[in-house]
């Protein structure tokens, strides 16, 4: 599963086209494909955001049931801030987990039920590194091609997905930040990767039935 069954170009190529289907294909985060219809409606930016825990953790309630992860801003500070800054800011409520592909992840934060795309921040710099892989339950940030392109989409791994793992500084090599995992809930993540998924326009994987994220929460 770990094998990517296109060249480094080609793989790319279908995912920013926003037409990637198979789990060989990394999350990308379709925002920035310019083919989805677009929410004018600019994201609330609370700078009051409250200090981050030592070990963070989140409740993800969900229409299928409630998840929780515990987040790492030792290995990935930038990364775990921007997250709670989207959470303070109840960027998530509403939005759907859009891309589900059993046995290899579920992918959300960036769209309404209706496959509206929201407006997001600036993106972030990638901090994947070799110590946080993409293993079975962790959390970790979509993106394009572009290494630093990552924004509000996230996905949670179903499986050890070790081809998404850092491993040089170039840009087939940089990886996938993981900046969490699941702590409880997981049988909710498996759940959700089982759903029936199909096509709704261009995009590929989409759930029948919406999965809504209704609220993502600071537990503490």
Same mark, same amino acid.
């Given at each position: 599963?770990?094998?990517?069954?296109?060249?480094?170009?080609?793989?790319?190529?279908?995912?920013?086209?926003?037409?990637?289907?198979?789990?060989? @294909?990394?999350?990308?985060?379709?925002?920035?494909? +310019?083919? /989805?219809?677009?929410?004018? #409606?600019?994201?609330?930016?609370? %700078?009051?955001?409250?200090?981050?825990?030592?070990?963070?953790?989140?409740?993800?309630?969900?229409?299928?049931?409630?998840?929780?992860?515990?987040?790492?801003?030792?290995?990935?500070?930038?990364?775990?801030?921007?997250?709670?800054?989207?959470?303070?800011?109840?960027?998530?409520?509403?939005?759907?987990?859009?891309?589900?592909?059993?046995?290899?992840?579920?992918?959300?934060?960036?769209?309404?039920?209706?496959?509206?795309?929201?407006?997001?921040?600036?993106? @972030?710099?990638?901090?994947?590194?070799?110590?946080? +892989?993409? /293993?079975?339950?962790?959390? #970790?940030?979509?993106?394009?091609? %572009?290494?630093?392109?990552?924004?509000?989409?996230?996905?949670?791994?179903?499986?050890?997905?070790?081809?998404?793992?850092?491993?040089?500084?170039?840009?087939?090599?940089?990886?996938?930040?993981?900046?969490?995992?699941?702590?409880?809930?997981?049988?909710?993540?498996?759940?959700?990767?089982?759903?029936?998924?199909?096509?709704?326009?261009?995009?590929?994987?989409?759930?029948?039935?919406?999965?809504?994220?209704?609220?993502?929460?600071?537990?503490?």
């Amino acid at each position: 599963m770990g094998k990517w069954i296109f060249s480094a170009i080609a793989s790319w190529a279908i995912l920013i086209a926003g037409c990637a289907s198979t789990k060989n @294909i990394p999350p990308g985060s379709d925002s920035q494909t +310019g083919s /989805a219809e677009k929410n004018t #409606a600019q994201p609330k930016k609370d %700078d009051k955001m409250p200090e981050i825990p030592a070990v963070p953790v989140v409740t993800i309630e969900t229409s299928l049931g409630t998840i929780k992860a515990e987040l790492w801003p030792d290995k990935a500070p930038e990364t775990v801030k921007n997250f709670l800054q989207y959470v303070h800011d109840k960027f998530y409520d509403g939005l759907i987990f859009h891309r589900v592909i059993d046995t290899y992840m579920i992918q959300g934060g960036g769209f309404t039920p209706d496959m509206k795309e929201k407006e997001n921040h600036a993106p @972030i710099r990638n901090e994947a590194s070799a110590e946080a +892989g993409n /293993a079975r339950g962790t959390l #970790a940030m979509a993106r394009t091609s %572009d290494i630093h392109s990552a924004t509000s989409q996230f996905f949670v791994n179903l499986l050890d997905n070790n081809f998404l793992n850092h491993r040089s500084k170039t840009p087939e090599g940089f990886g996938f930040c993981a900046f969490g995992k699941v702590i409880s809930g997981m049988d909710v993540v498996d759940a959700i990767g089982k759903v029936r998924t199909g096509n709704r326009g261009h995009f590929q994987d989409v759930p029948v039935d919406p999965v809504i994220i209704k609220s993502v929460r600071l537990a503490r």
